[in-house]
Nanobody, 122 residues
Framework: QVQLQEFGGGLVQPGGSLRLSCAAS????????MGWYRQAPGKQRELVAT???????NYVDSVKGRVTISRDKAKNTVYLEMNSLKPEDTAVYFC????????????????WGQGTQVTVST
């Protein structure tokens, strides 16, 4: 069984910063990629940023220059550093991991966290 747990959401004023973290735990064989998605009220879930194993990070255009994704492979943890936050960044942020489990090492699947609320408001 694999679990992803997000930390670090909250309320922040426009222009402020937040750092989200997400730790993957359980019977993990290998992680191919980790990333962050978000879903605002009434909108579809969208990609924020991903970082593949051994590859370069990818960002949605709306966050480029303001957001940095990083990964600690030893800890199976991914971080999202967000600066210059805007009200339109308000959403539930979900962590994702594309991984193989110990019980099915040849099968790659996507796992999701429960989400953490980020609210940017005065």
């Amino acid at each position: 069984q694999v679990q992803l747990q997000e930390f670090g959401g909250g309320l922040v004023q426009p222009g402020g910063s937040l750092r989200l973290s997400c730790a993957a735990s359980g019977s993990i064989w290998s992680i191919q990629a980790m990333g962050w998605y978000r879903q605002a009220p009434g909108k579809q879930r969208e990609l924020v940023a991903t970082v593949p194993d051994g590859g370069s990070a990818n960002y949605v255009d709306s966050v480029k220059g303001r957001v940095t994704i990083s990964r600690d492979k030893a800890k199976n943890t991914v971080y999202l550093e967000m600066n210059s936050l805007k009200p339109e960044d308000t959403a539930v942020y979900f962590c994702s991991a594309e991984l193989n489990t110990e019980s099915e090492p040849m099968l790659r699947d996507d796992y999701w966290g429960q989400g953490t609320q980020v609210t940017v408001s005065t």
